[in-house]
């Protein structure tokens, strides 16, 4: 069974799950760079060409397929926002949602020059940018405390530490991790 993370895009999925692969010997799967490398194209991109419904779908497809794999799985941001996507990470039953303040999610967005990420350069493209990716943000929270079987506060700690006290409470909660 997996043990997928999900959270607002900047909360430290993709290094928190290498970290977390590292240290349980799984392979780490990020579910972007799954998408990018079956279409053959960055998701900005396939945004551009066939919308985010197209996208969601796709990206649903995805999560499906690799949710009952033994691994650690890093998903897109927006991945909540199907509620079929949110069935599926409700049965994982290793779902973690790391949760960043919105504050610290724009310092990180902002000095992330190696990540494109459409929603939000779609949304400072239009005024109030980031009262909007705020709205965002609001919305989605309420998807990740939805699916979350944890919630790790990420603020101030290192992808270690994140990763260590996923793994202190998933024994916890008596779940066996080899």
């Known amino acids: 069974m997996a043990i997928v993370l999900v959270g ?9 799950g290498q970290v977390l692969a590292e ?6 799967i990020d579910l972007d760079e799954k998408f990018t490398e079956k279409f053959n194209m960055q998701i900005s991109y396939f945004f551009e060409k066939f919308g985010e419904g197209v996208f969601r779908e796709k990206e649903g497809q995805l999560l499906a397929k690799e949710i009952g794999k033994e691994v650690v799985l890093s998903t897109g941001g927006g991945v909540v926002i199907c509620e079929s996507n949110r069935k599926i990470l409700k049965k994982s039953l290793r779902c973690v949602y790391l949760s960043t303040p919105f ?3 724009v310092q990180r967005i902002k000095t992330d020059s190696c990540t494109i990420r459409p929603l939000a350069t779609r949304l400072s493209q239009k005024n109030n940018s980031v009262k909007n990716l705020e709205n965002l943000y609001q919305e989605r929270t309420i998807w990740y405390e939805e699916v979350a079987d944890l919630i790790v506060e990420t603020e101030g700690k290192t992808p270690m530490d994140i990763a260590k006290e996923i793994l202190l409470k998933l024994k916890k909660d008596k779940e066996v991790i080899n």
């Open 8 to 16: 607002f895009m900047g909360s430290g999925k993709t290094s928190v």
């Open 23 to 28: 240290e349980l010997a799984l392979p780490w």
């Open 103 to 105: 504050s610290v999610i």
